[in-house]
């Protein structure tokens, strides 16, 4: 049987792709429903119908953000062929993507809830998470690169993921104050040094 009702008049991935853009840029607090409606092209009545509401876009923004201009982290760790060589493509992929044109600079994670009301503890909570995730993930892949031998045994991975996901926050904030790619990657050379072996 055929669904009734008239079909959404707007493209649902293209809408959550503006939704993204509108949080990346203004935070979540700072994204409000009419700059989310106006991006997105759709009414406050179609946003609540598609997708819940403002968190639940929110949500679904950052799963978005994750799986395209944010994914440089997951495929750095994933794909770099020594713990080394993961940590400094991560560092150099990120801030390049953190400084490119046309879209906000920094990392929508690391930013879009650096201020927060108390009715949304939630998303304070969520984007932390994320957060923490992103920093086992460094840890786990340092941990591989002892296991494989090319980091040293008794290397403390933990404060080492520490200090690489400061410096991976780090420069998603500089980028946002407008720091240079040219002087991100001057940092990025100063923070390898760090890395053992």
Same mark, same amino acid.
């Given at each position: 049987?055929?669904? @009734?009702?008239?079909?959404?008049?707007?493209?649902?991935?293209?809408?959550?792709? @503006?939704?993204? =853009?509108?949080?990346?840029? &203004?935070? !979540? =607090?700072?994204?409000?429903?009419?700059?989310?409606? %106006?991006?997105?092209?759709?009414?406050?009545?179609?946003? !609540?119908?598609?997708?819940?509401?403002?968190?639940?876009?929110?949500?679904?923004?950052?799963?978005?953000?994750?799986?395209?201009? %944010?994914? &440089?982290?997951? +495929?750095?760790? #994933?794909?770099?062929?020594?713990?080394?060589?993961?940590?400094?493509?991560?560092? +150099? $992929?990120?801030? =390049?993507? !953190?400084?490119?044109? %046309?879209?906000? &600079?920094?990392?929508?994670?690391?930013?879009?809830?650096?201020?927060?009301?108390? +009715?949304?503890?939630?998303?304070?909570?969520?984007?932390?998470?994320?957060? #923490? =995730?992103?920093?086992?993930?460094?840890?786990? #892949?340092?941990?591989?690169?002892?296991?494989?031998?090319?980091?040293?045994?008794?290397?403390?991975? *933990?404060?080492?993921?520490?200090?690489?996901?400061?410096?991976? !926050?780090?420069?998603?904030?500089?980028?946002?104050?407008? *720091?240079?790619?040219?002087?991100?990657? @001057?940092?990025? $050379?100063?923070?390898?040094?760090?890395?053992?072996?």
């Amino acid at each position: 049987m055929a669904e @009734r009702g008239r079909p959404r008049a707007f493209d649902r991935s293209l809408a959550l792709r @503006r939704a993204m =853009e509108v949080f990346w840029e &203004h935070g !979540y =607090e700072g994204a409000s429903m009419s700059d989310l409606t %106006g991006a997105m092209g759709i009414n406050s009545p179609s946003l !609540y119908a598609a997708f819940g509401g403002k968190e639940a876009l929110f949500r679904a923004a950052v799963g978005l953000y994750g799986q395209t201009d %944010g994914g &440089h982290t997951e +495929r750095a760790l #994933r794909e770099g062929e020594t713990a080394r060589a993961s940590i400094e493509a991560m560092l +150099r $992929d990120n801030a =390049e993507a !953190y400084t490119a044109a %046309g879209t906000p &600079h920094g990392c929508m994670v690391v930013l879009a809830g650096s201020t927060y009301a108390n +009715r949304n503890v939630g998303i304070r909570d969520f984007l932390i998470e994320m957060r #923490r =995730e992103t920093a086992e993930a460094i840890r786990g #892949r340092l941990d591989r690169g002892v296991a494989e031998g090319d980091l040293p045994a008794g290397v403390d991975t *933990v404060a080492l993921a520490g200090f690489f996901t400061t410096v991976l !926050y780090g420069l998603s904030v500089q980028a946002r104050d407008g *720091v240079p790619l040219e002087q991100l990657a @001057r940092s990025i $050379d100063c923070a390898m040094v760090a890395m053992p072996g």
